[in-house]
């Protein structure tokens, strides 16, 4: 174990260990197997160990070779400083992430060592503490990253950056229910699915696109710094104190542990089995990808289909691609021509331009254009919505303002009513008390 983490063992602790293992007859008390004595933590365990346990599933190249999709997600995970993050990939074991769950203690945006991030949980009945610096570093994740980028901004706008990469308006993104199959371009489509099964792991049968997704999207194709860890360390916190639903964060708890000694090999009975990768199966479970003949058909919705590889078309570092609009709609059924083949040497799919001796004209520039002048459209639709929403507050405040004029004109003719019948009053007892003086003026506003 690196000297760099923290490891703190009272003494009852240490002493309760060396009583249990000289007993070899004595067994875990199943309601309470870690021996944990904090009430927060047992009552956690309890709640953790009746929910379903799934292992978490992470990107698989070969797949991503055959859609060529995988230099385009290279692409995206190295520009915030996750390509070696993808590479973490580790099975799910249920003892170490009940007890890692049940006891990890997190200080990233209060608390006080919140400023150099705090991530603590027991394991073997020990409490191990480590920095956010300490956290990242187990991940291959970047270090002494700002406080700033720790959470999503509030300037992050998830509904517009939806209306970029789907086939929506910003006004039809709602965090809890707009699915991801309404994300347009493939390469955006899987790194979601990545996101999803892994940095933000869960039992995502609705499929629903989060927020926190959108911005590490967003985050990717724009190049801007994020905290990687900070935002793993709060939904590992936040899957433990949740009272229902799967966990799939287990496999990316295992790192945790193997910083402090934990040794899958002689752990195996209690590894969780199931599917881990993001592999052609699992695509086609998720009704996102189907294999036709030699032809595989990215699956879109109302039965539409594209045949992939198709890097023109698929790369996200060709701006015209952001949002990708398919248009084939073969038969799902009907056997198509073979996809180009890729070299088993490389990853990379070579793009394939004709010269214009051999092609006049070239239809893709034409198809790029149009793409370019859809998104434009959709973005002055965006400005036009949000303008009209805009419009509607100010002509509602103006109809509050008018009848506010209303209501003061009313109050001051009521008001100067009330003075002249006030004075008329005045006038008439003060003639009836000084009969022989002059009368006072008449009211006069």
Not at 54 to 60: G, L, S, V
Not at 75 to 90: E, I, K
Not at 108 to 125: A, K, P, T
Request: charge should be neutral.
């Amino acid at each position: 174990m690196s000297k760099r983490y923290k490891t703190v063992a009272s003494k009852s602790t240490t002493k309760r260990h060396k009583s249990t293992s000289s007993s070899s007859a004595s067994r875990p008390d199943p309601n309470n197997p870690f021996n944990l004595t904090d009430d927060l933590h047992l009552k956690r365990f309890k709640t953790l160990a009746s929910r379903p346990l799934f292992p978490t599933r992470y990107y698989d190249e070969y797949t991503l070779t055959r859609l060529g999709l995988l230099d385009d997600i290279y692409w995206l995970f190295q520009r915030v400083g996750m390509r070696q993050f993808l590479d973490v990939r580790h099975h799910t074991y249920r003892s170490i992430t009940l007890e890692i769950l049940s006891t990890i203690h997190v200080e990233i945006l209060q608390g006080h060592r919140c400023n150099d991030g705090l991530v603590s949980f027991r394991l073997n009945g020990i409490l191990h503490e480590l920095t956010l610096d300490q956290f990242n570093a187990i991940y291959n994740l970047p270090t002494n990253v700002d406080h700033h980028y720790r959470k999503v901004p509030d300037s992050f706008r998830a509904s517009f950056f939806w209306s970029n990469i789907s086939d929506q308006y910003p006004n039809q993104y709602r965090p809890s229910t707009s699915k991801a199959t309404h994300i347009q371009n493939p390469c955006f489509r899987y790194a979601q699915r990545i996101l999803s099964s892994g940095l933000f792991g869960r039992d995502d049968s609705a499929n629903v696109a989060r927020e926190s997704e959108l911005y590490f999207l967003s985050s990717m194709y724009h190049a801007h710094l994020v905290d990687v860890g900070a935002h793993m360390a709060r939904h590992f916190h936040a899957v433990a104190n949740r009272t229902s639903g799967g966990i799939a964060i287990g496999g990316l708890l295992t790192p945790l542990a193997m910083a402090f000694g934990f040794d899958p090999a002689q752990h195996e009975h209690d590894r969780v089995t199931g599917p881990e990768r993001l592999d052609f199966h699992a695509l086609e479970m998720m009704h996102m990808c189907r294999h036709v003949g030699e032809t595989y058909m990215w699956h879109y919705p109302n039965k539409v289909y594209f045949p992939l590889p198709n890097t023109d078309r698929t790369s996200l570092q060709n701006p015209a691609n952001l949002h990708f609009m398919p248009e084939e709609t073969p038969p799902p059924d009907q056997p198509l021509p073979p996809a180009p083949d890729i070299p088993s040497s490389s990853h990379h799919i070579p793009h394939h331009s004709p010269s214009p001796s051999s092609q006049p004209f070239d239809m893709s520039l034409l198809y790029d254009s149009i793409q370019s002048l859809r998104h434009t459209q959709l973005e002055m639709q965006a400005t036009q919505l949000a303008m009209r929403d805009q419009l509607g507050r100010y002509e509602h405040r103006l109809d509050g303002i008018d009848q506010e004029i209303v209501q003061l004109r009313e109050s001051q003719t009521s008001y100067q009513h009330h003075i002249e019948d006030t004075y008329s009053s005045w006038r008439d007892w003060h003639m009836r008390r000084h009969p022989d003086d002059s009368p006072p003026p008449p009211f006069d506003p």
